[in-house]
């Protein structure tokens, strides 16, 4: 693991960073905001990078080496301290484990040891000791890991309170430590810099008392070789030699931030309820306020966090996508995580999974079957392992996930679900979580379209069940049951919006939300109403992630007792169903699937109608992925409501949506994170896979116009591939020779310096025009999934081959 932190000479600028972006935000919602590197904090190179690596000798033998480069025109002095704590588990509660202890012990000249003694009673050995060496430090500070009382106005401080080593440091305060014990310690290094001069501080964490020599030979072979080997290894994920070198540098990248995302995360609902023993109760409006009904949920795990820097904690279908990449490198991490959130102590017991930490009880997309699925084929294919007992295991706790969503998102009982932001925050009209219009109600073409997609995901499981599984007629049964469920699904999104409006628009060959309004709700209007909304965004591409194909042989030998039966029944008896236009249901001759079945939510006509929308650069297709809305909503031309709605509190409000490429301009639901025109790298993944899974069953002759109005024809393999690179070229340089990357904008200091263009950061989401790195800096998260696509890059585009 290796990890660099950049840290300026000069005062880190906050009270200038707040100051300036207010201003900015008051004399213009509009104005960019003001960052970090806006500030010239790093001008004249005066900083210093702080690289940070770790090697393991054993499991529990860690070496640690930091190395200091200051890249100033002036010698400068860096405090560096390392620190070493026990997270305070004995203040706050009772404890079986007792309070742990950290002391220095059996220092010599060349180094300082710290002896680590804790109890740990989940292990078959409670008393755990473990040893930090320190390369010899200017001294050792201890404090104990505990709350300024004193700062909080709650009485006296009784020990050497944790912001102690802050004021030693700092401030100069030599009484605020102490030097030889305590439940946190930083060896403290004053290394004095020349200008370009480089120093190095070796520490190593170890299950080994009394090793006389932690920093000989053996600590530098150490490092080499775990260096070699995880060359080798990433060599090995994406083999292809004709996978360019910058490309392998931002999958490396990816893989790294991906790995240095996993977070301990503890949060038990049931104790944050209570407070603490022995402290001031909480306020009442705990017992019924966020998260009150969760009261079950235990989470003390390590987790796939979104960004540890600015969201470090889980979002379940970030997390969904997070075990893409995290697969190709560590599956058993990958499955782990997608079955902690099916177990009893997440899961509620009505079935829901918990969206994220500030309410679980919001609605994500249900996008774990379909990452249980990918997982379980990316392991199978570069692992050889086939894993049926995690593909049951989830299979049977996503039926229970698959319930509540029919329980609780089909208010009607007809089909149709709901579900408000479902992730795409501010995409909508209104702010689809919270409808301030007093009876109107909004039907969403997405979320019935995520629930047909969940619906073909167990079905595949299902049936990938039945030929594994010794009792096969169980699995054959349950992918009759998502089978039947999946034509009820198609048939209700092609009767949304009833006689008077449906959520395909034949004219404009795209799908809308239906927005339900009551009597009087519209200036000069007395009747109910409903009216197709016509933003042409992600929600009207969303019906396409509905598609899967099941070939003839698993038919014949594994689904043939009661799905194939049922299958021919319908197509026999139920041609409403199986006819209808949101549904393309064949018994295809296809050279891909050799006979077989093919489902989606589109047919072949709607699909070519859609896709001329997405791949026209005037609407969706952009130089770096495919925009969230539409290009054609852009200024002065944005979607205007035809009309002025009453509110709740009385006034009328006609909104508009209008393309914003970067940052948007409103708070509408969360409004920083822009869902009206940038590109999302989740759901630009969902739709090339989607794509790749239409061209199975639809083969090479099935073509399209790419770019729309463009002239060149092309199958849908071949326009994913195209999707792909776009993607990819966001993190690479725009040119051979240059050292310009679309991801840092106008940032010169990323485009131009040799020290800093090499690193890639993953941004949570994309500028829709120059593909700038937008939102969160360091979300490799979901945006690792790119490491996904270059791995396919490898394999096939690479190498000039087509898909088995």
């Known amino acids: 693991m290796k990890g660099l932190y950049k840290y300026p000479h000069n005062a880190f600028p906050y ?33 210093f990078d702080v690289f940070v690596e770790y090697a393991k000798n054993s499991p529990e033998d860690i070496l640690i080496q930091i190395t200091v480069v200051n890249h100033g025109p002036q010698a400068k002095e860096l405090h560096l301290a390392p620190t070493l704590w026990f997270r305070n588990t004995w203040s706050w509660g009772p404890t079986e484990e007792g309070k742990p202890s950290l002391e220095s012990v059996n220092s010599s000249g060349d180094f300082q040891v710290v002896k680590a003694q804790f109890t740990d009673l989940k292990s078959a050995q409670p ?34 309170v944790k912001d102690g080593i802050n004021d030693y440091i700092v401030n100069g305060k030599t009484d605020a430590v102490n030097h030889q014990q305590g439940t946190k310690v930083s060896p403290h290094y004053r290394l004095n810099l020349a200008p370009g001069e480089t120093k190095i501080v070796r520490l190593r964490l170890s299950d080994i008392d009394d090793l006389a020599t932690p920093f000989g030979s053996e600590f530098g072979s150490v490092f080499e070789q775990r260096k070699n080997e995880a060359d080798q290894f990433y060599q090995a994920v994406t083999p292809s030699e004709e996978l360019p070198v910058e490309m392998r540098n931002v999958q490396r990248q990816a893989f790294a931030g991906m790995l240095w995302s996993k977070q301990f995360f503890h949060y038990v609902v049931q104790d944050w309820i209570n407070g603490d023993p022995g402290a001031p109760p909480p306020t009442q409006r705990k017992n019924s306020g966020r998260n009150s009904e969760w009261t079950h949920l235990f989470n003390e795990d390590i987790i796939s966090m979104p960004d540890k820097w600015e969201y470090p904690w889980f979002a379940a279908w970030d997390l969904a996508f997070h075990t893409i990449p995290l697969a190709l490198i560590d599956p058993e991490f990958a499955k782990k995580q997608l079955y902690l959130f099916t177990r009893e102590w997440f899961m509620h017991p009505n079935g829901q999974i918990p969206a994220y930490e500030w309410n679980f009880s919001d609605v994500n997309p249900p996008v774990h079957a379909w990452a249980a699925w990918r997982v379980y084929k990316i392991e199978e294919k570069m692992y050889g392992n086939a894993d049926g007992g995690f593909l049951e295991q989830l299979f049977q706790k996503l039926s229970l996930y698959f319930t509540w969503w029919t329980n609780r998102k089909d208010v009607d009982g007809n089909n149709l679900f709901g579900g408000g932001f479902l992730g795409l925050d501010n995409i909508g009209v209104f702010d689809r979580s919270n409808l301030k219009i007093a009876g109107a109600s909004i039907e969403q073409s997405d979320g019935t379209s995520w629930m047909g997609m969940f619906c073909l995901n167990l079905l595949k499981m299902a049936a990938e069940l039945a030929k594994t599984h010794t009792n096969s007629k169980v699995y054959d049964d349950m992918a009759s049951k998502y089978f039947q469920h999946f034509l009820l699904i198609a048939e209700a999104l092609n009767k949304l919006g009833g006689t008077e409006v449906d959520v395909w628009d034949d004219k404009d060959g795209f799908f809308y939300d239906i927005l339900k309004l009551p009597a009087n709700a519209i200036q000069g209007g007395n009747n109910p109403f409903s009216f197709s909304m016509k933003v042409r965004s992600m929600v009207g591409l969303i019906p396409l992630f509905a598609v899967e194909a099941i070939d003839q042989e698993t038919l014949d030998k594994y689904l043939n007792s009661d799905f194939k039966k049922r299958a021919d029944w319908f197509l026999n008896h139920r041609q409403d169903l199986t006819k209808n236009e949101n549904i393309y249901f064949d018994k295809t001759d296809s050279n891909y699937i050799e006979g077989g079945l093919a489902l989606s939510l589109v047919n072949p006509e709607r699909l070519k109608r859609i896709l001329k929308r997405m791949l026209d650069e005037s609407e969706f297709l952009g130089d770096y992925g495919i925009r969230a809305l539409s290009k054609s909503h852009e200024p002065p031309h944005p979607y205007l409501l035809p009309f002025a709605i009453k509110m709740e509190d009385g006034h009328f409000e006609q909104p508009l949506v209008e393309y914003e490429p970067g940052e948007s301009r409103f708070g509408l639901f969360g409004g920083n994170s822009n869902w009206r025109g940038p590109i999302w790298m989740p759901v630009n993944f969902l739709i090339i896979e989607s794509l790749q899974k239409f061209h199975r069953y639809l083969g090479d002759d099935y073509k399209v116009e790419y770019p729309t109005g463009s002239g060149k024809m092309l199958n849908l393999w071949e326009v994913s591939t195209e999707i792909s690179q776009r993607l990819i070229n966001i993190f690479l340089p725009k040119s051979e020779g240059s050292t310009e990357r679309p991801v840092y904008g106008g940032t010169k200091k990323f485009q131009d310096d040799p020290n800093w263009n090499q690193y890639i950061l993953f941004y949570e989401y994309f500028h829709g025009d120059n593909g700038a790195g937008i939102g969160a800096s360091h979300q490799t998260g979901w945006t690792g999934v790119v490491a996904k696509l270059i791995q396919q890059h490898g394999a096939y585009t690479a190498q000039g081959k087509n898909p088995e």
Request: glycine share 6%; aromatic share 14%; proline share 1%.
């Open 127 to 160: 008393e755990v000791k473990k040893w930090l060496y320190c390369e010899t430090p200017d001294a050792m500070l201890y404090t104990e890991n505990e709350t300024n009382k004193e700062k909080f106005g709650w009485g006296k401080n009784t020990s050497y």
């Open 15 to 47: 009270e200038q960073l707040v100051k300036e972006n207010g201003r900015r935000k008051a004399q213009d919602a509009r104005a960019f905001e003001f960052e970090l590197m806006d500030t010239g904090i790093f001008d004249d190179n005066r900083y």
